[in-house]
């Protein structure tokens, strides 16, 4: 399916030339894709006909299909389905500074985090740069409103599909589309370092989370496989590496997990970890999954766990929790492959 979605600015007026057409008609298409919005080729009133039968036998403009919708406080989790039959969710959060759109980048998970309701199913398939996009629209069209900021923690691992969201950063980071600012968009990975490294050349600007969910190996190895084929002394050398580059700050990822990952040791061992590096942690509240071993902590472990950071000098913030009840909140997204017994 090669869908008008999936080309960046540059990639459509370049594909234009090659056809013996302009810039100009490029930039045009592009504007009545993503400021006017409209649905089909037929629309775009100032091109000429032989160029909307030409889109129209040559590209799709299909969006995505739009299953259910759960609304809760300040969040509603939008459930869709896609071409061939695969359902992802996205999850919009309002937050003071603005509408925050949490996007899938796959279709299921190979990252087997034990605690991560998303990696249920495994990976199907990548998801096009088109269905990243389609999301965003799909949600804007839906609240009639701007989103200001896009986070790729959704069901999926970014760095596991890097070329699409790359793709689609570009995209929705075009003044002369979506205009989402690069510095509002946010890329989320368990850890793949040779990722990171490509990411830190590139100096897009875009902010960097890092899942890390442990202050050691022992722990890590135990929820996150991934920790066995890259360590946490290997993921921190490369998290430095990047500082270094970019000059930017990286965040961490940190759920507390009863018993597991949450005592004071943890915390003290966790701000040795960290120290001197330019991050902030983002110390995250477990959602409880279908996955029962794992259990919440407690509110005063995770304020003794918060303080202890403080007083080490570690930047911290708790996050606010978005979304449980209509489990829409972090690791609780699934998706849903299409098989034909199962639509
Ligand atoms: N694969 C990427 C993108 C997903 S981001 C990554 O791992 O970063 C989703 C975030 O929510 C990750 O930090 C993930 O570890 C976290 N998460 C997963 N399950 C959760 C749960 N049940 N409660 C809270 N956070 C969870």
Aim: aromatic share 10%.
């Amino acid at each position: 399916m090669n869908s008008i979605y999936n080309y960046s600015l540059k990639d459509l007026q370049d594909y234009f030339l090659d056809i013996g057409e302009t810039k100009f008609r490029a930039s045009q298409v592009f504007d009545w894709l993503y400021i006017k919005r409209v649905k089909t080729f037929n629309e775009m009133t100032n091109l000429k006909k032989d160029l909307i039968k030409y889109l129209n036998s040559n590209f799709s403009m299909e969006g995505l299909k739009l299953i259910k919708v759960q609304e809760d406080v300040d969040v509603k989790k939008y459930l869709f389905e896609l071409y061939d039959g695969n359902k992802i969710e996205a999850v919009l959060m309002r937050h003071d500074y603005g509408n925050s759109l949490c996007v899938s980048s796959e279709v299921g998970c190979n990252m087997g985090c034990r605690f991560c309701e998303s990696g249920r199913l495994k990976k199907v398939r990548d998801l096009l740069s088109f269905e990243l996009v389609l999301q965003l629209l799909a949600v804007e069209e839906d609240i009639k409103e701007r989103v200001s900021h896009v986070v790729l923690m959704g069901i999926g691992e970014p760095f596991d599909n890097y070329d699409n969201i790359m793709n689609f950063i570009k995209i929705i980071n075009d003044p002369k589309g979506i205009n989402i600012g690069i510095r509002h968009i946010t890329v989320s990975t368990c850890g793949i370092i040779p990722k990171i490294e490509k990411f830190a050349e590139e100096q897009t600007g875009v902010n960097l989370a890092i899942s890390l969910h442990a202050p050691n190996d022992e722990i890590r190895n135990k929820i996150m496989p991934i920790n066995k084929v890259y360590n946490i002394e290997k993921l921190i050398r490369s998290v430095k590496e990047y500082i270094n580059k970019t000059n930017r700050r990286v965040t961490f990822e940190y759920i507390l997990l009863k018993g597991i990952n949450d005592s004071k040791e943890n915390a003290e061992e966790l701000s040795l970890l960290l120290k001197g590096i330019n991050c902030y942690v983002n110390l995250i509240p477990y959602n409880e999954t279908s996955y029962l071993e794992y259990k919440t902590s407690d509110r005063v472990t995770i304020s003794e766990f918060y303080d202890i950071l403080k007083k080490n000098n570690i930047s911290v913030t708790i996050r606010k929790e978005f979304g449980s009840k209509v489990s829409a909140a972090c690791g609780q997204l699934r998706s849903e492959h299409f098989t034909e017994s199962g639509r």
